[in-house]
């Protein structure tokens, strides 16, 4: 299979579908959770790649090459949020 026919065809399809069969509640619901949970991890996860890529691979990256390269790797599967996303909640048992 050709890289790019996944990259432009099937990714934004799997996208979309994943955007239209989101319930809008449940993202307003878990918005702070996003916001504190997601964001600085995946900002870390960039810096951290990024400065390892500069000081520990052997390949003498300028800094933009490292960024880059941080970025391609802390980038979230869509694929597995959309499968989380789509699980129902777990509720805990009941206090007998």
Excluded at 26 to 31: A, E, I
Excluded at 37 to 46: D, K, M, S
Excluded at 49 to 74: D, V
Aim: net charge negative; charged share 10%.
């Amino acid at each position: 299979m050709e890289p790019h026919l996944l990259l432009l065809i099937f990714l934004p399809i799997i996208g979309f579908s994943a955007a239209v069969s989101q319930e809008p509640h449940q993202l307003r619901k878990s918005w702070g959770q996003i916001m504190v949970l997601a964001w600085p991890g995946v900002v870390i996860q960039f810096l951290l790649i990024a400065l390892c890529g500069k000081y520990f691979f052997p390949y003498n990256w300028s800094w933009p090459e490292s960024f880059l390269f941080g970025a391609m790797l802390s980038a979230t599967d869509p694929v597995a949020v959309v499968a989380v996303l789509q699980e129902p909640a777990l509720l805990p048992a009941a206090p007998r």
